[in-house]
């Protein structure tokens, strides 16, 4: 009894404190949080005065502006956005400067949902009007037709609850999932079919690697239109607003997952592609390239689809991108270096100064060109040691492309003894013409072979050759070839090479002969030597070409 005194006693003073407390929260338009609170109060279940809800739509009849506010909230609540009221600002003179000028606007959520907004109206903060207008169409897209009639014929044991979710949800929820997996079946197979078209198309040829890259990219588009099909429908399960947050949330992040991963398969297929083509071009250059565009757009899908899932869970747009431009700045200051060689390696691939295999001379470091990063060149010398040249450095400084020539010169000087005879100066030059001629590394078109001077100590005769092969190893032994030859000619003619010396001339000495050597010029001597001394030639020719065609 006592008790029920107190309760008595004390109900009417809480019935009291619950309307105080109503009405101390009064309609207020004075800013972008005053009105989207005042919206989304009036319309809860324990405080319904959808009257005081309207009051944020400007310039409507009170019947027509109570439906707009109503559906503006269904529409929010079917595709799951939460609105948290404590980031929306207090500022009666906010203005939204995203775009190109500031405006007196707020967007609730201008990734998912960017029709609806408020904006200042004669001094005070209404839902615009882009949201009135366009709520219908938003509405019928969020809850289609066929809502209404599907819940006319829901009967009345499938609005039981079994763990605060309605029978008839459940069965729907099963459904949509079949349904969701059959069309993920069907587009796998439609869009792997029009992906490799689309690749016969450009490449105008059957690639087995490339089809698999297609089967694997044809997987997450057929998901992302999965995703989509659940997006479009879910709503219509009429979940309450937790739950479909939850979903969609999910759905978002499951969304941007898969583009991630189509756009990473994406740049296997172009790379893929493009790999190709560049092994069909004569420079080496490109392929070194493919690598290093491979690892750029990766990072960089991979980098966008970061931005892109942060922004999912609520992280501010504007504060991201000056974080990362603080970030990247700091970044760059700090690795000036780094900026450096990257620009550098920009302008190799741009300019192609050379390719890879090329012999380069660049400032002290003479070698091959073996591979180009994204800091810096390889380059092999002679003696198998590995340079390693800032591409920053490398694009300033002067290049001695070798690897351009056409043909390899090489140009030397044979000396031949002060007291060699002219008929066997003549013979030893025509005999050195006649090996460039029959060298089949040489160009027997452009070369030079003659006397040109008296030096210190030799007779000086000028050889002027080109070797057509670029490839180093092969100029060593086509130069082995031809001093073989030349060596063998001088033995043949008799003539000496010169060396540095000093000659005493004694022209009476009892009982000895003179000391300089008789030299044979009989012409038909000459002549036959010469034609021994090619004929060598010409044999050892052949037989290393037979020897080679046995090996391959």
Not at 86 to 110: E, M, Q
Not at 282 to 300: A, K, N, W
Request: proline share 4%; net charge positive.
């Amino acid at each position: 009894m006592k008790h029920f005194l107190y309760l008595l006693l004390f109900f009417p003073l809480l019935i009291t404190a619950q309307s105080q407390e109503q009405d101390s929260v009064k309609v207020d338009l004075s800013n972008p949080h005053a009105t989207i609170y005042t919206h989304l109060y009036f319309l809860q279940s324990d405080s319904y005065e959808p009257k005081k809800a309207a009051k944020t739509i400007f310039g409507l009849s009170e019947k027509v502006a109570i439906k707009k506010a109503i559906k503006i909230k269904q529409v929010l609540d079917g595709k799951g956005l939460y609105v948290d009221v404590n980031k929306i600002p207090t500022d009666p003179r906010y203005k939204d400067s995203t775009g190109y000028s500031a405006y007196s606007k707020y967007v609730l959520f201008p990734q998912r949902m960017p029709q609806i907004y408020v904006e200042k109206v004669n001094g005070k903060w209404y839902y615009s009007t882009e949201t009135v207008t366009k709520i219908e169409s938003m509405y019928k897209e969020v809850f289609p037709w066929y809502v209404q009639k599907l819940q006319d014929i829901i009967p009345v044991s499938g609005h039981k609850k079994v763990l605060g979710i309605e029978l008839w949800q459940f069965v729907a929820l099963l459904l949509l999932l079949i349904c969701t997996y059959i069309i993920f079946l069907i587009t796998k197979k439609i869009a792997f079919f029009i992906l490799q078209k689309i690749q016969h198309q450009i490449t105008k040829n059957t690639n087995l690697e490339v089809d698999k890259v297609l089967k694997k990219l044809a997987h997450p588009i057929s998901l992302l239109i999965s995703v989509a099909f659940v997006d479009k429908f879910f709503p219509s399960l009429q979940f309450v607003l937790e739950v479909n947050t939850f979903v969609f949330l999910a759905l978002n992040i499951a969304k941007t997952v898969f583009w991630i991963y189509v756009f990473l398969k994406l740049v296997q297929v172009v790379m893929r592609i493009y790999s190709e083509f560049t092994e069909r071009t004569h420079g080496r250059l490109d392929d070194q390239l493919v690598p290093i565009l491979h690892s750029f757009l990766t990072g960089l899908v991979i980098v966008i689809g970061i931005f892109k899932v942060l922004l999912l869970f609520g992280v501010n747009a504007t504060t991201m991108l000056a974080g990362a431009t603080i970030g990247g700045l700091a970044v760059a200051l700090a690795s000036q270096d780094t900026v450096k060689n990257l620009i550098g390696t920009i302008m190799i691939f741009l300019d192609k100064p050379f390719h890879i295999e090329d012999w380069i001379e660049a400032g002290e470091v003479v070698g091959t060109v073996e591979k180009v990063g994204f800091r810096s060149t390889s380059v092999r010398a002679a003696d198998t040691s590995v340079y390693k040249i800032p591409n920053s450095k490398l694009s300033e400084i002067v290049i001695n492309n070798k690897g351009l020539r056409l043909f390899r010169r090489y140009n030397t000087n044979l000396g031949l003894r002060y007291d060699t005879p002219p008929e066997l100066i003549e013979a030893f030059v025509k005999g050195v013409r006649e090996i460039i001629i029959a060298h089949p590394e040489t160009r027997s078109d452009s070369y030079n072979v003659e006397f040109t001077g008296f030096g210190d100590s030799a007779l000086l005769v000028m050889v002027n050759v080109y070797f057509k092969s670029l490839a180093w190893g092969v100029e060593q032994s086509s130069k082995h070839r031809l001093h073989i030859a030349v060596v063998k000619l001088a033995k043949e003619l008799g003539v000496d090479f010169a060396f540095p010396s000093t000659t005493v001339t004694i022209e009476h000495f009892p009982e000895k002969k003179g000391l300089n050597p008789k030299y044979d010029t009989d012409k038909e001597r000459i002549e036959g030597a010469i034609a021994k001394v090619l004929g060598e030639f010409t044999q050892d020719i052949k037989e290393g070409k037979n020897e080679e065609n046995r090996l391959e």
